[in-house]
């Protein structure tokens, strides 16, 4: 198993430019929700209520609106930013937690919490054969993130 590297819906990238999506805002500005193997991905997806209806029943381990992402960080090195965060992780408690997608989604309220109308930034299919990826009561899931975190943004020529 292999998950895919984590692809940015369209308007994130307008989001970002623009300051819809502030990348320094701080942990409780993100989290990350997992998805079910109903979900169809679709780069136009936008807003948090794209995905909710798909999002992973709450129990087991997991609270609907995901892991708040910790130790976020939005650095630069030799002309290449990245955008890092702690392994999301949850804990399987009563019952095994099973998903097919994880998504990043901008909190704009800092609650950690997405509401509707809260931005997607990027998703990923966590096991690219494509199957489910569940751990079973006890277990953990933790995605772990490559060091090119979520993303990374380079480029430009003089």
């Not at 136009?44 to 708040?68: K, L, Q, R």
């Not at 992780?89 to 937690?97: E, F, Q, R, V």
Request: charged share 15%.
């Amino acid at each position: 198993m292999a998950a895919d590297n984590w692809k940015m819906y369209n308007k994130a990238k307008e989001f970002i430019g623009d300051g819809t999506i502030d990348l320094d805002a701080g942990d409780a500005y993100f989290s990350v929700v997992l998805l079910d193997s109903g979900h169809t991905p679709a780069l136009t997806h936008s807003t948090y209520a794209d995905i909710s209806a798909d999002e992973v029943a709450n129990g087991n381990g997991y609270t609907t609106g995901g892991d708040i992402c910790a130790s976020t960080t939005w650095t630069e090195s030799s002309g290449t930013v990245t955008f890092d965060a702690a392994d999301p992780s949850w804990t399987a408690s009563g019952g095994s937690i099973a998903a097919r997608y994880a998504v990043l989604v901008h909190v704009a309220a800092g609650s950690g919490v997405p509401q509707s109308s809260d931005k997607l930034i990027c998703y990923s299919l966590l096991d690219n054969t494509p199957a489910d990826v569940s751990v079973a009561d006890g277990g953990d899931l933790t995605l772990t993130l490559t060091a090119n975190g979520f993303f990374q943004m380079s480029g430009g020529a003089s």
